[in-house]
């Protein structure tokens, strides 16, 4: 019989049709299979474990452990202050308003030591004659926007340009976290929009449900506040406030179930350092089981200006704090201490920054 195997051309190429001949396998290539299959397989586990580590530092906030414990101590968040700018996002520098309460960019609010920004949310409609007589200037979508009364009434006074909307300051807001992770912010929001409108925009800002801080997720009512090291080490370091009620499964709290605050105005001379209740119902010293409300402290006047929030910023501030707030709110101090010009002060050696880290007992 002919071995099919066998039959060649005389040019030595196998017939078609014919079986190819299976060369024998050597151990030394035998050895060269093996350690290639061993490499790729180390190659593979490599990066799955770069994976694994990946998702977990996407998990587990950089500034966790050790380093937040330094930071924050044990301090709960009731017992933390935090440097607050009053209308944050009225600056020269985010929008072209032509009166402001701070000089600077929310940013760079957030990059000077600021830690609670208040922020005045509007819907805003759509206008097709706004966007004509602008020139093109105004064609904005309808949205949440950041206006100080109504979007629509007077530019550089009640709005801004470009406007300013709210999903980008949150974004803002939760960039300025995810690049600093031992740090808390808190929002507190006057509040024009209604809950859908709000859980739109909110849902839109890419990043912020990880990071948002949820009381009842904490049991807070039942437990108090957990401590600030605990929220950096868990990543939910944002707090979002409303003047409304009805939007708490957003994960934003009604400010008159969590907080205590004074009354905002210093007056138009700035001499009221009375430091009263801002709702009548809720006192400043009120008492709660197991649950104590933080205290929103407001110390700036009717209308901002440069020179009156130099004079009652620094030793006036401190001296408030001391005196008057002390006493009323049955010897707190404040958890937000929110001012005007944030950086100005009276000469006196006090800042609203050096005078909330004095609150926090650093030197």
Known sequence: MVDMDTIQTSSGARLRGTPARHPRTTPAAHARRAGRLTFVCLLLLALLGAAAGASSA?????????????RWGDRRLDEAAFLTTHN?????????????????SVRAQLDNGVRGLSLDTHWYERS????????????????VYLCHGDCKTFAGATYALPRQSFQGTMQTVVDF?????????????????????????????RGLQEMLMRPDDWGVRQNGWPKVADLVTAGKRL??????????????????????????SLG??????????RWPDVPLDRQEPGFRRLFTMSHHRNVPTVLTAALDNGAKLRGRIAGQCRTATGGRTPNYVSVDFHRLSDGSGHTPASIVAELNGSP
């Open 58 to 70: 996407a998990r587990v906030s950089p500034g966790t452990g050790p380093a937040a414990a330094a």
């Open 88 to 104: 944050a996002f009225t600056n020269y520098e985010d929008s072209r308003w032509s009166s402001v309460n701070q000089a600077e």
């Open 128 to 143: 097709t004659w706004l966007c004509v007589i602008s020139f093109g200037s105004d064609c904005y979508p309808s949205d």
């Open 177 to 205: 976290l995810a690049s600093h992770p031992q740090e808390v912010v808190t929002v507190f929001l006057e509040d024009y929009v209604d809950a859908g409108q709000l859980g739109q925009s909110l849902g839109r800002v």
């Open 239 to 264: 707090l979002i406030f409303s003047d409304r009620p009805d939007r708490e499964h957003l994960g934003v709290m009604y400010d008159k179930s969590w907080t205590v605050s004074n009354y905002w």
């Open 268 to 277: 138009d001379l700035g001499d009221d350092l009375s430091c009263v209740t």
